[in-house]
């Protein structure tokens, strides 16, 4: 905030270069890194309401899942250009974040939680029956997918839509880093801190926080989107709640409210379930259920907030 | 002299507790000015209703003669009201400057801006030290206000009100949970605010009060007993026998 400088530390190169790291040592494992970048961009999109904006919501999978129909409802009756879609997601799922947020962000704690949860059921309901658009529960099936720039095709392979993903991420966490480390990122996680305060200053709290969710909503919905143009396929899971909550998980995984806990998280998270449903299909939510339990016990800033320790801890010892 | 901010025939009930039973009150250009009453009296009600954070049932304020009665608590606020609260309403978990550089970012606008890091406002920056520097916080600067002692937050309490530049300032019990050690450090910072603004204080520290107020006003049980110079209010029956009665030095 104002006191420290938001810098580009070294350590922020990490997870770029590990993606290109993945591309050499991992060819194999494309198709699963694109759906990690996704996620990676969903989390994110949940840290700047959740971690910043201090609004709980189980609702996002709403925003995930309008973006992931808009741009496959376009690629099938209009136009398949993938950054056209991308665009067009955002705006709708943006628009739809800001007539919601103006409505539910009105209320506070359990109700909104309540709100949040009651948009994702709506928008899922008119989904499944505007099945003239939308297919209802077959979903959109082959959704045609344009070369990325008119140059890159998406390829077996998953070469291009993983560089597509991964591109997109990195534009969109840099817009998200400099939102929160700007003065409006510093006023929104003073009204998650004290919401009376803001007031008796002066901030139009309410605005500000409408503004963070319409935001977070669009970056929501491209994430949608990414999942259309990758996967070629708009689902009504992409609606659920189920989402919602995963995403969550994710984010509570890897540390709410720092920025890299959306890039930790759903890493983490992907990959264990990965391992853990070839070792023992069965067993894989008894898996991710002990990996919560234990970060909830022990290490309640996530995975990061764990490092966070640990590194201040030998920093002690050494000094 | 003009009036700062003025109430008429305020009233605020919660359900069938009146809390403020028609209140006309004013607060002159430049004041120093005590609201002191018993607990429950009404007084942080009052504080609430002038800025904006409750709604009165019924009745005006106005603010520099301007009608500010349905003003939302931000814009009211943004006019110039600023205030402190009886039980610290800090960010806790992050710096003094912080806590400070919040409020004058607002003022200024900085607030709105979305991309150049806030690290990089030195003008929002830049005030907020010298205003922590007036009040002697400078040393405080980058540590988290939860880790400062009480004494000290009280002063930030203080320094995020300044921070608004406001033009009237309502104290509630600014030196409350101080030890009286360090209570006069409080008094002094309060005798050393730019005495263009209006203020009002709250205080159960009748020696603070005595001190630093020119004119007080009697809140009990929701209406205004009396007002007047410390000296009538001291001497005045009504008052000693609702709150200054039980108070040996008065
Ligand atoms: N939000 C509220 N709801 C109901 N009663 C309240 C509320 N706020 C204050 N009161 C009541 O109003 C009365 C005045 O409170 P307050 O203004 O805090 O008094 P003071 O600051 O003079 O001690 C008290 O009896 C208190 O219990
Ligand atoms: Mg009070």
Redesign the interface.
């Known amino acids: ?6 810098r580009l530390r070294p350590l922020e190169a990490l997870p770029w270069l590990l993606a290109i790291a993945v591309y050499f040592a991992a060819p194999s494992y494309l198709p699963l890194g694109a759906y990690v970048f996704i996620m990676i961009l969903f989390t994110l999109s949940l840290d700047l309401v959740v971690g910043y904006g201090g609004i709980v919501t189980l609702g996002h999978s709403a925003y995930f899942g309008f973006g992931a129909y808009t741009a496959g409802i376009l690629a099938v009756r209009l136009n398949g250009d993938p950054l056209l879609g991308l665009a067009a997601a955002a705006l709708a799922a943006g628009l739809l974040g800001l007539a919601t947020g103006a409505v539910i962000l009105r209320t506070r704690a359990l109700t909104l939680l309540m709100l949040t949860l009651a948009i994702t059921s709506i928008v899922l309901e008119i989904a499944s029956s505007a099945t003239a658009l939308t297919n209802g529960s077959d979903g959109l099936h082959s959704v045609p997918v344009d070369p990325v720039l008119g140059r890159f095709a998406f390829d077996l392979f998953g070469t291009t839509a993983y560089f597509y993903c991964l591109a997109v991420v990195l534009a969109c966490w840099t817009l998200v880093r ?2 929160v ?7 929104l ?2 009204s998650r ?2 919401d ?10 309410y605005a500000r926080r409408l503004q963070a969710y319409s935001i977070s909503c669009a970056l929501a919905g491209m994430a949608g989107a990414l999942l259309t143009q990758t996967t070629q396929f708009a689902g009504l899971s992409t609606l659920g709640f189920e989402l919602s909550g995963e995403g969550l998980v994710m984010l509570v995984l890897g540390g709410v409210g720092r920025l890299y806990g959306a890039f930790v998280g759903p890493t983490v998270y992907i990959v264990a379930r990965d391992y853990l449903a070839r070792q023992t299909p069965e067993y894989w939510y008894m898996g991710i259920g002990v990996l919560l339990v234990l970060i909830v016990l022990f290490a309640r800033g996530g995975i990061l907030g764990l490092v966070d320790v640990l590194v201040n801890r030998l920093r002690a010892k050494r000094s | 002299m003009t009036i700062a901010l003025e109430t008429r025939r305020l009233r605020k009930s919660f359900g069938a507790l009146t809390v403020a039973d028609g209140i006309d009150f004013s607060l002159e250009g430049g004041a120093r000015h005590a609201l002191i009453g018993p607990n429950g009296a009404g007084k942080t009600t009052l504080v609430n209703l002038l800025t904006g954070a409750l709604a009165p049932s019924s009745g005006q304020i106005y603010l520099e003669g301007e009608d500010v009665t349905s003003l939302a608590q931000a814009k009211r606020v943004r006019r110039g009201i600023g205030r402190t609260f009886q039980i610290n309403s800090l960010f806790r978990s992050l710096t003094v400057l912080d806590n400070v550089a919040l409020a004058v970012a607002e003022r200024t606008g900085a607030a709105r801006k979305l991309f150049r890091p806030a690290f990089s406002h030195d003008e929002v920056k830049d005030e907020a030290h010298a205003l922590l520097g007036s009040l002697g916080l400078s040393d405080d600067a980058s540590r988290a206000v939860r880790d400062l002692a009480y004494g000290k937050q009280r002063l930030v309490e203080i320094a995020i009100a300044l921070g608004m530049r406001p033009r009237v300032l309502l104290l509630d019990e600014p030196a409350a949970g101080v030890p009286s050690a360090e209570s006069h450090r409080i008094l002094e910072v309060l005798a050393a605010l730019p005495p263009e603004i209006a203020i009002l204080i709250i205080e159960h520290d009748m020696d603070l009060v005595f001190r630093f107020a020119r004119r007080i006003t009697v809140l009990a049980a929701g209406a205004i007993l009396m007002e007047g110079s410390p000296q009538e209010v001291a001497h005045d029956a009504r008052v000693r026998q609702v709150y200054l009665g039980e108070r040996a030095h008065v």
């Open positions: 905030m104002y006191s420290a400088p938001a400099s939102l480390n700007s003065p409006f990122g510093a006023a996680v003073g801190e004290n009376a305060r803001m007031h008796a200053i002066g901030a139009p709290v």
